[in-house]
């Protein structure tokens, strides 16, 4: 069951196509990081999930339904988050959660409660008056209190310092075990450790998309060196990205390692040679993929 | 209803200061209109009625705008709201807390004025409350739903502001008149464009949020304001205001007789615009004593020898005929070459009449001798102060009298005094007014239940113009004198409604003219005598 999923959608605007052809599914109890460079359309993607947007084409269904559904009583179960997102500044924090409140059937004042000691949030403060940081956190109490089926977190850790980021995630991670997480960043290293699934974006393409576990173990560093000056093959293999050889060695980056089945395509090439193969970070992984500009080949598993 | 109360409720903690400043600028307005002379001292004083409708504009925006339907950055847009819900608590917002502050304003003004509060003014005064939802608030909030923050929207009627200076340039007066029925027609044709688009433009924004096909429909209702100027004179809508008699009409039409006893038209020529103007005296005759005939515009045709045949554009306005008044002159513009032609040719005319009919109730008599005294139609009415029982009026163009009536004047109203009773008491030298003469009043109030003002006192001081003789004659000597009531003279008020408007054409027969030799001639023009009918 996908709490997710889109097909092949596109958005358009005026001459930018900011989102093409994606198609996400994101499984329910996963947290999902959305990854990508500035301008990816990792927001534009998020705000035609949370109908914030219409797709110029394609499908969308959040939990269900159609996205184009997506509003009144059928926003009772998702959590929405954005980093650029208008709160009511007038208010103060506590009058904003116990407005928020009654929208909700589900709002759990305990939890909110928790959540409000958890953050050391100045319940009496205006909103306007409040850091970047601490409005961030009462944006996330709003939207964590009702316990909903799907969070959805738009860049909320960008520009945090290291001790507020740390809070949210962990507040995030208590209630993984009850929801489904998207959440978009373009700093990696602020969630790798917490996420499940991973997809990357880059100029509106959805280049990954699969279970981390899965990205980490099939990129992999390969050497191969051989005795005398390598053939260089006319055209490499798809999975072989950043090729490069100089005598008798040559270098790419494997998308689809298997240490048997990779091994052997490469004697095939060329000939007899000993390989080796080296785990890279996932921040080369996106760095790979971005510089190639083109969809990872298991791009359609999740 | 509880999420709308709360979303209310959170608008009210909101505003208040807005409330506070509002129901304040309200109450000085009120206590201002009600008792204009205690304010004379204040320099600021103009400011007083524009400020609360100022203030109306600000919440009107600032409501709508607190959850604001443009854009996909506003919290409130990921959130559980339903559009209904929050429609709704707007609407009864800006109900309560623009329209309830008013309400209460108007009822004080009424009380102040020395009108009696009733129940049925209730009818009234709701009327009055959805006229300033649906003239004010209504594009208010339509614009305000469209646009993102309160500077967008001052720029957007900024905008339309430079939208209607432009409209302004476009010579409408070349374009046919319209008449007042067709004005009237058009503005309701106008409004049932209107009305709908800014309700769609309201319920599209509350419900879809789609900004760009809102934005256009509003620029639409836009312009239908020229649609409505440009419609306004054109013959449909003129048969529409105006549908031909399909009898033969109530009264009949006729060259009146000069003093001579023939006929005859008097031309004066101005220069720019180079036209003639024919003034024909006219008499209405066979008119029902209880009618009244509202000339609104006209439509002269002349047949001549071997064919020739000239017919003029419809003409704005005209003279008002009763059973006591029932004479007046029709002035019909044309090219001089035109007038030239009509005197030599044997002409026939003919004249297409476009009128609304009054039917008027039979004549109440009122007793003036007190200071405040009713009159038929809700009118309560008042001699000024200084002038004492049995006094004139110091001014010709003051009667001395003056009427209020709440929240409308009545459709149609007459107040008549006749020579014979005048309590009036002669000046030095004056000579007694002669029996037989008698004075009018007629006014226009609304067939609505109310008239679109914040003011529900509308004051009138009928002026009652010269005495006139019964029998109409130009040898009388009193035509010019000028006819004031006094404390105690008897009134009689006759109220009326309207009867519909319609067209009917009458043949005033031969105009075909001489110049009339003993006519006079010079600025006022020169009289010509109708050659009598071959």
Not at chain 2, 20 to 29: D, E, G, I, P, R
Request: aromatic share 10%.
């Amino acid at each position: 069951m996908f709490a997710i999923q889109t097909s092949a959608v596109n958005k358009q605007f005026r001459r930018v196509r900011a989102v093409r052809d994606v198609s996400l599914q994101v499984e329910e109890g996963a947290v999902y990081a959305l990854m990508g460079p500035n301008g990816a359309g990792k927001t534009t993607l998020i705000k035609l999930l949370m109908n914030l947007m219409s797709p110029t084409d394609g499908k969308i269904s959040v939990l269900g339904l159609g996205a184009s559904h997506l509003e009144g009583r059928r926003l009772e179960s998702i959590g929405y988050v954005s980093e650029n997102q208008k709160l009511p500044n007038w208010m103060t924090v506590g009058r904003f959660l116990a407005y928020c409140r009654p929208f909700y059937p589900t709002w759990d004042i305990a939890l909110e409660q928790h959540l409000v000691k958890r953050f050391d949030l100045p319940l009496k403060r205006r909103l306007k008056h409040l850091s970047r940081g601490e409005r961030m956190k009462a944006a996330l109490i709003s939207a964590l209190a009702f316990r909903p089926r799907l969070i959805v977190l738009d860049e909320p850790l960008s520009g945090l310092d290291p001790l507020v980021r740390d809070d949210l995630i962990e507040s995030l991670r208590e209630r993984a075990a009850e929801s489904t997480v998207l959440l978009s960043s373009h700093d990696l290293a602020e969630i790798e450790s917490y996420s499940s699934h991973i997809g990357y974006m880059d100029q509106g393409r959805l280049l990954i998309s699969e279970p981390l576990s899965s990205v980490r173990s099939r990129f992999r560093s390969v050497a191969v060196t051989g005795s005398a000056p390598l053939s260089i093959p006319a055209a490499p293999p798809a999975e072989w990205l950043h090729f490069t050889s100089n005598g008798a060695t040559a270098r790419w980056i494997e998308t689809a390692w298997d240490p048997e089945r990779s091994a052997a395509k490469a004697r095939e090439v060329f000939g007899t040679v000993e390989v080796s193969a080296d785990p890279i970070p996932l921040r080369e992984v996106f760095l790979t993929m971005a510089r190639s500009g083109r969809p990872s080949s298991p791009a359609s598993q999740s | 209803m509880k999420i709308v109360l709360h979303i209310l409720a959170k608008d009210l903690r909101r505003h208040w200061i807005e409330i506070t400043l509002y129901v304040l600028a309200f109450t000085a307005w009120a206590w201002q209109t009600g008792h204009p002379a205690g304010w004379m001292w204040l320099p600021q004083r103009d400011l007083v009625p524009v400020l609360p409708f100022l203030l109306w504009f600000i919440l009107t925006v600032r409501v709508v705008q607190g959850e604001s339907l443009v854009g996909d950055r506003e919290f409130w847009m990921t959130r559980p709201y339903r559009w209904g819900h929050l429609m709704t608590a707007k609407a009864i917002f800006l109900i309560l807390f623009l329209n309830l502050p008013l309400l209460v304003a108007q009822i004080a003004l009424i009380h102040f004025a020395g009108i009696p509060l009733s129940w049925s003014l209730v009818p009234g005064l709701l009327f009055l409350q959805l006229m300033f939802v649906f003239f004010l608030t209504f594009p208010v909030a339509a614009l305000a739903s469209i646009t993102e923050s309160f500077v967008q929207w001052g720029l957007a009627v900024v905008g339309m502001a430079i939208f209607f200076v432009i409209l302004s340039w476009i010579p409408f007066g070349k374009l046919p008149p319209g008449l007042e029925g067709g004005e009237n027609v058009s503005s309701v044709l106008g409004m049932a464009l209107i009305a709908p688009a800014l309700a769609f433009v309201l319920v599209w924004q509350f419900a879809r949020r789609r900004v760009w096909p809102a934005r256009f429909v509003f620029a639409a209702a836009l312009l239908v304001v020229p649609l409505v100027i440009l419609l306004s004179g054109t013959p449909l809508i003129r048969s529409i205001a105006y549908p031909r008699l399909r009898t033969a009409p109530s009264f009949q039409l006729a060259i009146s007789p000069d003093d001579t006893g023939g006929r005859s038209y008097n031309r004066y020529d101005i220069v720019y615009p180079r036209e003639a103007h024919l003034q024909i005296p006219v008499i209405v005759v066979q008119i029902d004593p209880d009618t009244i005939v509202d000339l609104e515009g006209l439509r002269v045709t002349f047949n001549g020898d071997n064919g020739w045949r000239w017919q003029s554009a419809w003409i704005n306005g005209g003279p008002r005929f009763t059973r006591d008044s029932p004479q007046g002159d029709l002035d019909i513009p044309m090219p001089p070459e035109v007038a030239d032609r009509l005197a030599a040719a044997h002409a026939r005319a003919s004249v297409e009449l476009a009128f609304g009919l009054d039917r008027m109730s039979a004549p109440i008599p009122v007793n003036t001798a007190s200071n405040r005294f009713s009159v038929p139609g809700s009118l309560v009415c008042r001699w000024f102060n200084n002038i004492a029982p049995g006094d004139r009026a110091p001014f010709i163009s003051f009667s001395g009298l003056e009427c209020t009536a709440p929240l409308r004047l009545p459709e149609v109203i007459e107040f008549r005094i006749d020579s014979a009773a005048s309590t009036c008491p002669l000046a030095e030298n004056e000579s007694p007014l002669p029996t037989g003469h008698f004075a009018t009043n007629l006014m226009r109030g609304t067939s609505l239940p109310a008239d679109f003002d914040p003011d529900p006192v509308h004051k009138t001081i009928p002026n009652f113009g010269y005495w006139r003789p019964l029998i109409p004659s130009d040898r009388d000597p009193k035509d010019h004198l000028t006819a004031s009531p006094c404390r105690g003279t008897p009134m009689t008020v006759r109220t009326g409604v309207s009867e519909g408007r319609s067209r009917a054409t009458f043949d005033l027969g031969s105009i075909g003219a001489e110049k009339r030799p003993n006519g006079n001639s010079g600025v006022s023009g020169s009289i010509f005598r109708i050659a009598p009918q071959p």
